[in-house]
């Protein structure tokens, strides 16, 4: 499954971007789905998660309260709205596939990569 990223940007404190990610040659099907940062100098980390089957949703303790995923299973897209942005936001944002409908929040758990989309948070 090929990913692409899109909706990163430069915006101030507080405000808000909606990151998407689209699967350009295939589809995600019944599988899960995530969102992992990485910002310079760092491991890149989990930030939020959808279950390939129904609507279980997960989130690292920073996303909690901020941040949405979702996703459109006929559109072959997900979506991660951000709001009360920090700068200890500012990252590379990745989209992520693993094979099966189970959340993970580990990095080897996934299968197909994004290249990432800079969301920069200025004071």
């Known amino acids: 499954v090929h990913l692409v990223e899109s909706g990163g940007g430069l915006v101030q404190a507080g405000g808000s971007l909606t990151l998407s990610c689209t699967a350009s040659?295939?589809?995600?099907?019944?599988?899960?789905v995530a969102w992992f940062r990485q910002a310079p100098g760092k491991d890149r980390e989990f930030v939020a998660t959808?279950?390939?089957?129904?609507?279980?949703?997960g989130y690292s303790d920073f996303a909690e309260g901020r941040f949405t995923i979702s996703r459109d299973k006929s559109k072959n897209m997900m979506s991660l709205e951000m709001n009360g942005l920090k700068p200890e936001d500012t990252a590379v944002y990745y989209c992520?596939?693993?094979?099966?409908?189970?959340?993970?929040?580990?990095?080897?758990?996934?299968?197909?990569w994004g290249r990432g989309t800079q969301v920069t948070v200025s004071l």
């Open positions: 992520a596939h693993r094979n099966g409908p189970l959340t993970g929040v580990n990095v080897y758990e996934y299968v197909d």
């Open positions: 040659d295939g589809a995600f099907n019944n599988d899960a």
């Open positions: 959808f279950s390939g089957v129904g609507t279980y949703t």
